[in-house]
């Protein structure tokens, strides 16, 4: 597969979020990447996300997809 439309694109450049309350709760959402640069040659990347998906929870796991030579595996 080859992504070609925009839908398919995001597919690869969002990551998932699952994460684990205090209590024990699970939940999950997702996220993207944002990269900023600052100072001239420096560049920091971030995962932008909602504040009610990683909110009071005491744990966090991105998930990722990849891709092979332009193929997702």
């Known amino acids: 597969m080859q992504p070609k439309t925009i839908a398919e694109q995001l597919f690869f ?5 699952d ?4 209590d024990g709760a ?5 996220g993207f990447f944002f ?3 600052f100072g001239g040659d420096k560049q920091a990347l971030f995962v932008v996300t ?3 998906v990683v909110m009071g929870m005491r ?8 891709q092979k030579d ?3 595996t």
Do not use: D, L, M
């Not at 450049?13 to 979020?17: F, K, L, P, Y």
């Not at 699970?26 to 997702?30: D, I, N, P, V, Y």
């Not at 744990?59 to 990849?66: A, D, I, L, P, Q």
């Open 13 to 17: 450049s969002t990551v998932r979020i």
């Open 19 to 22: 994460t684990v309350t205090a």
């Open 26 to 30: 699970q939940g999950a959402g997702t």
């Open 35 to 37: 990269g900023h640069k």
């Open 50 to 52: 909602n504040k009610h």
């Open 59 to 66: 744990e966090g796991r991105f998930s990722f997809f990849k």
């Open 70 to 72: 332009g193929q997702p």
